[in-house]
């Protein structure tokens, strides 16, 4: 269980002084919108720039919030929401337009694109309502509090997340945030940071989780896989029971957070989830990383981390513990540039940087920094609204040659009663998979790195035309390879990897995927 709160100042005192003297710290400007650029998977997929280029508006009141979101001209109008005050339940009402989607009791952002929120002035608190992002892109959430959100009690709000995004939700970065209760489920509270149902492109930095059961998951299930490419950094996990965060399947890179009091366990990387946990302190915590409280593996790449005052528990059937020596399983190339702190120094840099009301100071890097060179090219600067490539149309030839699917694996985001994730590569026409809804995704993968630039999807005999739009990622990067609609024959620059997806991102019908060929040439 939860631990009383506690002032933690043990590492912070040691090296303070080091930060101070290093100039660890830089400190941004205050601003009426968000001040610097997104960082970390958030950069990736067009980029995130929120309401950048648009009208900026003032609201006290969650009201005055979706009235804003209601007065666009359209719902992908860009437009910078300055909040100040206590927004709750009595000031925070639906509000209808056309470009907006609202309901009582939430801040929703529903439906919609190209936002930001920021904190401004004497600052700004959600006190016990939620923020909810669903069926939306390109959103800033930065210098604000959200705390103490219900969902069992009263007053509730957003399913008892702090934040919370699900259904089909691009391109997020949450920013010197403070997402905080004051209890776990049996208090009537659940996640402070939850993706679930296609979220992808997300970053959390410079923010404190605390006083929670739940710091957060990605993924509602185990069969919920298709949330992947988020960014965890100098962010502060204090009094977190467990999710710190939880991860199923997907790709997460975490660096450069401080986790103190993790009460039973901390990333818990599960059913297939590939987490890369970099330069991280770990204090007075329990099994800070691991497969948790299941059978369904997940896996890690670890490098540069403390653990200070760390217990692990014994492996078992449905724990697997990394540590009391945390080794890597998986390697995990990240496509973005980023500076790392040593983790020596990270309790001092986060304590002056994460959480709302720091001015938005971050990290300059300069405690021992190390700026890796990026598995490809460093992101160019994003256009207003996210974008993806340009769609191509499928070549009507068959491609030749040998099909690198037969003998490899596959996996997918889901899948419909009676079909098979196998089924895309057994060379059978009439066997096939399909989501269990409109969309999801569908990979190839093998054991060590293959040379791909072309594939074809062959739809089952007799249901042409169900897939609609998609999107050929490179799972071990995030990065998009192409995109375009309608099934057939795709190309795209010759690309070593170890896992291909197939995202359907819309459909005309049932989609059903008989076979996913890939080829070298």
């Known amino acids: 269980m939860r631990r009383p709160v506690a002032l933690r100042l043990s590492a912070a005192l040691a090296t303070a002084a080091l930060a101070a003297t290093a100039g660890a710290v830089l400190t941004m400007p205050e601003a009426s919108a968000a001040t610097g650029g997104a960082t970390g998977y958030a950069t990736q997929n067009g980029g995130t720039t929120g309401g950048a280029g648009g009208q900026t508006v003032r609201a006290t009141t969650g009201t005055a919030i979706h009235a804003a979101l209601c007065g666009r001209a359209s719902s992908s109008t860009p437009i910078v929401i300055e909040v100040e005050g206590t927004i709750n339940h009595g000031n925070t009402a639906k509000v209808s337009g056309s470009s907006c989607n609202t309901?009582?009791?939430?801040?929703?952002?529903?439906?919609?694109?190209?936002?930001?929120?920021?904190?401004?002035?004497?600052?700004?608190?959600?006190?016990?309502?939620?923020?909810?992002?669903?069926?939306?892109?390109?959103?800033?959430?930065?210098?604000?509090?959200?705390?103490?959100?219900?969902?069992?009690?009263?007053?509730?709000?957003?399913?008892?997340?702090?934040?919370?995004?699900?259904?089909?939700?691009?391109?997020?970065?949450?920013?010197?945030?403070?997402?905080?209760?004051?209890?776990?489920?049996?208090?009537?509270?659940?996640?402070?940071?939850?993706?679930?149902?296609?979220?992808?492109?997300?970053?959390?930095?410079?923010?404190?989780?605390?006083?929670?059961?739940?710091?957060?998951?990605?993924?509602?299930?185990?069969?919920?896989?298709?949330?992947?490419f988020i960014t965890y950094h100098h962010n502060l996990y204090e009094n977190i029971d467990s999710r710190a965060p939880l991860l199923r399947g997907g790709i997460a890179h975490v660096y450069n957070n401080h986790y103190v009091s993790l009460n039973e366990s901390g990333i818990n990387s599960r059913a297939g989830a590939?987490?890369?946990?970099?330069?991280?302190?770990?204090?007075?915590?329990?099994?800070?990383?691991?497969?948790?409280?299941?059978?369904?593996?997940?896996?890690?790449?670890?490098?540069?981390?403390?653990?200070?005052?760390?217990?692990?528990?014994?492996?078992?059937?449905?724990?697997?513990?990394?540590?009391?020596?945390?080794?890597?399983?998986?390697?995990?190339?990240?496509?973005?540039?980023?500076?790392?702190?040593?983790?020596?120094?990270?309790?001092?840099?986060v304590s002056q940087t994460a959480g709302a009301g720091k001015g938005l100071r971050v990290s300059d890097g300069s405690c021992s920094?190390?700026?890796?060179?990026?598995?490809?090219?460093?992101?160019?600067?994003?256009?207003?609204?996210?974008?993806?490539?340009?769609?191509?149309?499928?070549?009507?030839?068959?491609?030749?040659?040998?099909?690198?699917?037969?003998?490899?694996?596959?996996?997918?985001?889901?899948?419909?009663?009676?079909?098979?994730?196998?089924?895309?590569?057994?060379?059978?026409?009439?066997?096939?998979?399909s989501p269990a809804g409109a969309t999801g995704s569908i990979s190839i993968k093998w054991g060590s790195a293959t040379a791909v630039s072309r594939i074809n999807i062959r739809e089952a005999s007799g249901s042409a035309g169900g897939i609609g739009s998609w999107r050929v990622v490179n799972a071990d990067t995030g990065a998009v390879l192409t995109s375009g609609s309608g099934a057939g024959a795709i190309t795209f620059a010759r690309t070593s990897l170890e896992k291909i997806t197939f995202e359907i991102t819309g459909s005309t019908g049932v989609p059903k995927v008989a076979e996913f060929e890939t080829y070298a040439e």
Request: aromatic share 8%; proline share 7%.
């Open 369 to 433: 920094p190390q700026t890796p060179a990026p598995t490809t090219p460093a992101p160019t600067t994003p256009a207003p609204t996210p974008t993806t490539p340009t769609p191509t149309t499928p070549a009507p030839t068959q491609p030749a040659g040998t099909n690198l699917s037969i003998g490899a694996g596959s996996d997918g985001s889901s899948k419909a009663d009676g079909t098979s994730y196998g089924n895309v590569r057994d060379g059978d026409l009439s066997t096939y998979w």
């Open 274 to 349: 590939r987490a890369k946990v970099d330069s991280n302190y770990f204090e007075d915590s329990k099994d800070v990383l691991g497969t948790f409280y299941t059978d369904a593996a997940g896996y890690w790449q670890v490098s540069g981390n403390i653990f200070d005052n760390v217990t692990w528990s014994s492996p078992g059937t449905d724990n697997n513990p990394a540590g009391p020596n945390p080794q890597s399983n998986t390697t995990v190339a990240i496509p973005y540039s980023y500076s790392l702190d040593n983790a020596s120094c990270v309790p001092a840099v």
């Open 103 to 228: 309901a009582d009791g939430v801040i929703e952002l529903k439906q919609i694109s190209n936002v930001t929120i920021v904190g401004v002035g004497g600052g700004a608190v959600f006190d016990q309502l939620g923020i909810h992002i669903r069926d939306s892109s390109n959103i800033i959430i930065q210098n604000v509090t959200v705390r103490n959100v219900k969902k069992s009690g009263s007053p509730l709000s957003n399913g008892g997340d702090a934040i919370g995004m699900e259904s089909t939700v691009r391109n997020v970065w949450v920013d010197h945030t403070t997402l905080e209760a004051s209890g776990g489920e049996a208090e009537g509270f659940d996640g402070l940071f939850d993706m679930k149902d296609n979220t992808q492109y997300v970053t959390l930095s410079y923010s404190i989780l605390r006083n929670s059961g739940r710091g957060g998951l990605v993924g509602s299930s185990e069969s919920d896989l298709a949330n992947s």
